[in-house]
């Protein structure tokens, strides 16, 4: 094995170690103590089969087994609960959710997990053919900020095929935008097979959508980066739940607020939905640093006797509201949200001016070095983040720049990048991006505008939303 | 008289079974974690790892009364749920031919060696598989690997040996 193999061994082992920390005690214990229930029915049905032969212990151990295979059956103690859900989302009944055995060996994340395993998802089993492909939107949970939706893609062609431009529809002026795609065994459909899929789409808070959507994709022969031949753009007009989770989605309003470093941070509202928890803030206008991120942001929920914290799932796009995963205690008595600090710097700070014809850089972080190339037309910045370690490489924000930049004139161009990479170099955690500079004409120096990069100021803090 | 004998052994029974059931589940839960870490790192999703720690519980509580030596039940226990994990991806497999590619939110990076270590690692035949990834990603000893596999130790490093050469080739 060479270093190099060595090394990239080596930083797959640390990743992956990094990513089994982040499933919850409470989650590990339920799958043990679900596990040891199921063993118990198994070893009951095989002793029924294998032993007396008693009608009753029989007629018992069938319905234990009955039980253990009803769709998302649980361990007894927590009957009660599923009840109270589906008490609580009379739209939907239970006959028309989703159920975690039809999706038995198809690895997805765990928010679609939870939200079919919760009996979340609505059953839609809507179908359109074109060209050979079947497409099947088959469930989909929506709150007031995001869908998940969950669909199959039959390939009848002679050839493997992707699909790119997923999102949904609900009408002109309808916000929605599409956030990712959890493709568990591939991207690919192979000829004759069928993936399934699962997507997640932003929604607009406070906007009232409609029942009439049309969930959109676009087929693509070849292979997942490696397109070939035409595209075949398919929809499934279907009918949304808009509502369907409302009556289980609790609102916290509060006005709770963290000092970091004198920097406040006020909490505003606590959102906690059957799908996701979302937690609206606003930084102090009057703070002295700029803000990008919150570090180690936790939720601590608690009930007279348990306590949950879910997982934090990431901050949403170009809005000051972090998203945790779902949680399931109910009857909730208390919540904290604390954070081990934030990323902040001075205003002043935030300005990297820089010939883009050179690539030097007459002001900014001295971590910040750049790179030109001529004849590509790209600029490279590489922004050297700090010690490697398993903190930072969790933590730290990314290195962003705003869409455009202000040339010596006071003219603005776009600013497109191209690709960033975040890379180990001598124990050092390196940013690199390439932006492609299209315009000839840039008068120099050009004003460049941080909008994210890792400054930690660690100031752990905690307070009591509820 | 002889009815409440026999409710009383019945409860006495139905205690001791709590009982054992309850020291089963503690000793698993003690292990929970690193038995998830395991299933991780052949799965890679949450959700499939934590189905095969539920899986590999279901097996060990059946499987139980086989096992004479106590000493041995952390091995024992990781044999289970590396078959488990086995048996999700043989289904992985058969639901889903090509090769494993995901494409990530539009804001997070891919990681390409990541891809190309999963390509070989499925490529791998699966005892040096095992031996490489007990030995890389969960830092066991060739000893520790030798009774979870249940090889002698020699057979382990040569595992080991033919493991890494075999992956170098497919990187």
């Not at chain 1, 975040?422 to 932006?435: G, I």
């Not at chain 2, 095992?130 to 382990?156: D, F, Q």
Request: hydrophobic fraction near 35%.
């Amino acid at each position: 094995m060479t270093k190099r193999e060595e090394e990239k061994l080596a930083r797959d082992a640390e990743q992956m170690d990094r990513d089994s920390r982040q499933v919850g005690q409470m989650e590990l214990k339920e799958a043990v103590k679900k596990g040891i229930v199921q063993g118990r029915k198994r070893s009951a049905r095989h002793r029924t089969v294998y032993g007396t032969g008693a009608a009753a212990a029989a007629a018992a151990a069938i319905i234990a087994l009955s039980a253990s295979l009803m769709p998302g059956a649980d361990g007894p103690g927590e009957a009660s609960d599923r009840s109270a859900v589906t008490a609580a989302a009379p739209q939907v009944p239970e006959s028309a959710k989703e159920k975690m055995k039809d999706y038995r060996g198809i690895g997805m994340d765990s928010k679609y997990y939870k939200a079919i395993q919760g009996g979340h998802m609505s059953s839609l089993n809507q179908t359109v053919k074109k060209d050979g492909y079947t497409l099947t939107l088959r469930g989909e949970a929506m709150d007031e900020r995001r869908m998940l939706v969950a669909f199959s893609l039959k390939n009848e062609t002679d050839q493997p095929v992707f699909f790119q431009n997923t999102n949904v529809d609900f009408g002109t002026g309808i916000y929605t935008k599409w956030l990712s795609t959890d493709m568990a065994a591939s991207p690919n459909v192979a000829p004759g097979a069928t993936g399934t899929y699962f997507s997640e789409i932003q929604l607009s808070p406070g906007t009232n959508y409609p029942e009439a959507a049309t969930f959109q994709t676009t087929v693509v022969p070849g292979e997942f980066g490696k397109p070939v031949g035409e595209k075949t753009a398919m929809e499934v007009p279907f009918k949304a739940h808009p509502q369907a989770l409302n009556p289980q989605i609790e609102t916290v309003k509060t006005e709770a607020e963290l000092v970091v470093a004198g920097q406040r941070i006020r909490v505003e509202n606590l959102e906690i939905s059957p799908i996701g928890i979302y937690l609206d803030y606003v930084t102090d206008t009057a703070n002295d640093k700029r803000i990008f991120s919150l570090i180690e942001p936790k939720l601590t929920v608690k009930n007279k006797s348990q306590t949950e914290s879910p997982n934090f799932l990431g901050k949403e796009s170009g809005a000051n509201t972090l998203i945790f995963d779902s949680v399931k205690l109910e009857n909730r008595d208390s919540i904290l949200f604390s954070v081990s600090g934030i990323s902040a710097v001075d205003p002043d700070q935030t300005e990297l001016i820089i010939n883009t014809a050179t690539g030097e850089i007459l002001k900014g972080n001295p971590n910040i070095k750049a790179a030109v190339d001529p004849d590509k037309k790209t600029l490279e910045l590489h922004y050297t983040v700090g010690e490697y370690n398993d903190f930072v490489a969790r933590n730290a924000v990314q290195f962003n720049l705003g869409e455009t930049f202000t040339d010596a004139e006071g003219k603005a161009h776009k600013l497109v990048s191209n690709s960033m990479i975040r890379e180990k170099k001598e124990d050092k955690l390196v940013e690199s991006t390439v932006f492609k500079l299209e315009e000839e004409k840039i008068a120099q120096p050009a004003v460049l505008e941080i909008t994210a990069y890792w400054q930690p100021i660690m100031e752990p803090q905690e307070i009591e939303i509820k | 008289m002889e009815k409440a004998v026999e409710e009383a052994e019945r409860k006495e029974r139905g205690r001791s079974a709590n009982a054992e059931e309850e020291l089963f589940f503690q000793k698993i839960s003690e292990r929970q974690r690193k038995l998830y870490a395991i299933a991780f790192s052949y799965l890679r999703r949450e959700a499939d790892a934590l189905e095969a720690v539920q899986e590999a519980s279901c097996r060990a509580w059946i499987k139980r009364k086989k096992l004479n030596n106590p000493d041995v039940f952390d091995s024992w226990l990781i044999r289970i749920v590396i078959n488990c994990c086995m048996d999700e991806l043989r289904r992985r497999k058969r639901s889903f031919p090509a090769a494993e590619i995901e494409e990530k939110h539009a804001e997070e990076m891919r990681s390409n060696d990541r891809i190309d270590l999963e390509r070989a690692f499925e490529r791998m035949k699966p005892k040096y598989r095992h031996t490489v990834n007990l030995k890389y990603y969960h830092g066991m000893t060739t000893a520790e690997i030798s009774k979870v596999l249940g090889r002698p130790e020699g057979t382990i490093k040569t595992w080991l040996r033919e493991g890494l050469k075999q992956l170098r080739q497919f990187l």
